[in-house]
């Protein structure tokens, strides 16, 4: 009798929540087709409006990604999420628009007597410039916070470097705010990539305008992707930093220098932050010491979607959460200042209904 | 000549003692067995000597030279390598893949491929497998590539750490043949084992290590006969 009493109330729960998740989930995804159902056939928007949306929503995404691969590596290697990675990808975002704005002041004269400024002279090398500087500072602002705030806390409870991220973080902003100003500020493309000029895609009797800076984000993010996944699966550096995440003791036995392959992660990941940095402002224009906040919290949304650790995962999360914001409002019928309600709307649901994410897979004890 | 001299190490995981000042030494080209029950301190002695555990006190000598405070990986580029207990095939690796961490201290690319060829050679079924994932190789496959991972690295000192647990009999014979060979081919062996029969049919000398400490040392045939060994560890009798 004492037994089964016993057994009871710990069996019953266990299936409620699975049951409740299912009911949950199912409640969700009626409502929501319901709704864009709806919404889609009263809607008065185009195929135009429809592919501009998803491209804008690709090419944040993008950066989105970038930055998701950052926190999923450090995931993979240390089980800890780096809060203070958003600011990483400010401070390079800092970096890019110092060279800019240094290129800007410079006057040059063509040879017709014109003066332009050097920026628009040569583009190419204060582009090339400005990523370098900007994934430089960020490559070099995360291998000192895996130095400062990380390191002496390594073996320590899982909760305390979590506490240290978020204390970096806050420092970060705040030193921004000291360095750069409280202020918003215009960050200045050369012509070749312009914000508001681009190519005139005709659709559906309308034209679509694809700007030079996006397609240059797209394709850069896709560039460094494509890069990163080389490096991870093809190099020396990358098998030993998944071996470091499989087993860290196995790995040293094999003569692998763990600490190195810690920093070297922390370089890697700041130095894409700093890209997704430098091109946050490209494309939106803007910078200041907040800037990474935002786009740092999608990011672990992206990371936390595709299964964190998973770094297909995080650039899958990461595109997908772009698309997804952008779209939504307009698939939902509601005001586009709510993208980010659906953004952590989603962080939420996956956190509930499915943790490991997309690719994750299922969290071990050790892991968790 | 004297390859390895540990002098009264001192371990503590924590408030437990784990190793209470062990004394050991191998001799070049030796195998040498160290034996005893779960929780002797066998594995502990190895890590110390890996150097992925800190000791607290004692001296470690290698070829005459102290190694106490050299990092882990500074001891695998002398060579001293370990092969750790329950194998630890990184599990969503390939063969490949496994065997190229073994050689991850060498660079060249033409010898690394001449070695692997050798591991396929002395190991026909990681061959077969050369692309499946280490998580999913049966447990005689996982101790072939650990084996294999190790000595892509060219041990001169091999640190060997249960390489019979969880294994058939036939497997575990297998593996000790593969031992002994590669003890021929010029290579030192310190082999911890709780299957000492075994241990010590291949063993020039050997260890008991009891809680902690050595009682008892002297040649494999030796303690063969030593009626406590065979008491303790011999299934009695004998």
Excluded: C
């Excluded at chain 1, 200045?188 to 005709?202: E, S, T």
């Excluded at chain 1, 190099?235 to 003569?255: H, I, N, W, Y």
């Excluded at chain 2, 750490?161 to 081919?185: K, R």
Aim: glycine content about 12%.
């Amino acid at each position: 009798m004492a037994e089964e009493h016993h057994k009871r109330p710990v069996k019953m729960p266990q299936l409620n929540i699975k049951i409740i998740r299912l009911i949950a989930a199912f409640v969700v995804l009626v409502l929501l087709i319901l709704r864009i159902h709806n919404v889609a056939l009263e809607s008065q928007l185009g195929a135009s409006t429809w592919l501009r949306l998803s491209v804008s929503g690709l090419i944040i995404g993008g950066m989105y990604a970038l930055i998701a691969i950052g926190y999923t590596l450090v995931y993979g290697i240390l089980f800890m999420i780096n809060f203070a990675h958003g600011e990483v990808m400010m401070i390079g975002s800092f970096g890019g628009y110092f060279v800019f704005e240094a290129f800007n002041a410079i006057p040059v004269t063509l040879h017709d007597g014109t003066q332009i400024s050097f920026l628009n002279a040569q583009p190419v090398i204060a582009i090339l410039l400005a990523f370098l500087i900007g994934m430089g500072i960020a490559a070099l602002t995360g291998y000192f916070l895996e130095k400062i705030a990380y390191r002496p806390l390594r073996g320590a409870p899982r909760l305390v470097p979590l506490i240290s991220a978020i204390g970096a973080s806050i420092f970060l902003q705040n030193a921004g705010q000291l360095l750069f100003g409280p202020q918003r500020r215009q960050y200045i493309n050369p012509v070749i990539i312009d914000r508001g000029l681009g190519w005139q895609i005709p659709i559906a009797g309308t034209k679509v305008l694809l700007t030079y800076s996006g397609i240059f984000s797209l394709v850069l993010s896709a560039t460094l992707m494509v890069a990163l996944y080389l490096l991870v699966q093809r190099t020396k550096l990358g098998r030993a930093m998944r071996a470091v995440a499989q087993d860290k003791r196995t790995a040293a036995l094999m003569g692998i220098n763990v600490d190195k392959i810690i920093s070297q992660t922390f370089v890697i990941s700041g130095a894409l932050a700093g890209s997704a940095g430098v091109m946050w402002g490209i494309h939106n224009g803007l910078t200041n010491y907040f800037v990474g906040f935002l786009p740092g919290i999608k990011a672990f949304t992206a990371a936390v979607l595709g299964g964190i650790g998973n770094i297909p995962g995080a650039m899958i999360g990461g595109l997908f959460l772009g698309i997804v914001e952008s779209i939504g409002p307009a698939a939902l019928g509601i005001d586009f200042q709510l993208q980010d309600v659906i953004a952590f709307s989603i962080l939420i649901l996956v956190l509930i209904l499915r943790p490991s994410g997309i690719l994750g897979e299922a969290l071990t004890e050790e892991k968790v | 000549m004297m390859m390895l001299d540990v002098q009264g190490i001192n371990v503590y995981y924590g408030a437990i003692h784990a190793l209470k000042g062990i004394s050991f030494h191998l001799n070049e080209g030796e195998i040498v067995a160290l034996i005893g029950a779960n929780g002797a301190g066998k594995s502990t002695s190895l890590s110390a000597i890996s150097r992925v555990i800190s000791t607290r006190s004692g001296a470690i000598f290698y070829k005459g030279e102290s190694i106490i405070n050299t990092p882990p990986q500074d001891i695998v580029t002398r060579r001293i390598i370990q092969v750790p207990e329950g194998r630890r095939i990184f599990p969503r690796m390939s063969v490949v893949e496994n065997l190229e961490m073994g050689a991850y201290i060498h660079n060249d690319r033409g010898k690394i491929e001449k070695n692997m060829e050798a591991m396929f050679a002395r190991f026909p079924r990681l061959r077969e497998r050369r692309k499946q994932l280490g998580g999913t190789l049966s447990g005689g496959e996982q101790q072939m590539l650990a084996i294999a991972r190790g000595l892509m690295a060219e041990p001169e000192l091999l640190l060997l750490d249960e390489p019979s647990m969880g294994l058939a009999p036939i497997i575990v014979e297998q593996i000790f043949d593969i031992i002994q060979d590669i003890n021929q081919h010029g290579t030192s062996i310190l082999l911890v084992e709780q299957n000492a029969q075994m241990a010590l049919s291949i063993a020039n000398r050997g260890y008991v290590l009891e809680t902690g400490r050595v009682v008892l040392e002297g040649s494999a045939d030796d303690l063969l006969d030593n009626p406590h060994v065979q008491e303790a560890y011999l299934g009695g009798g004998g």
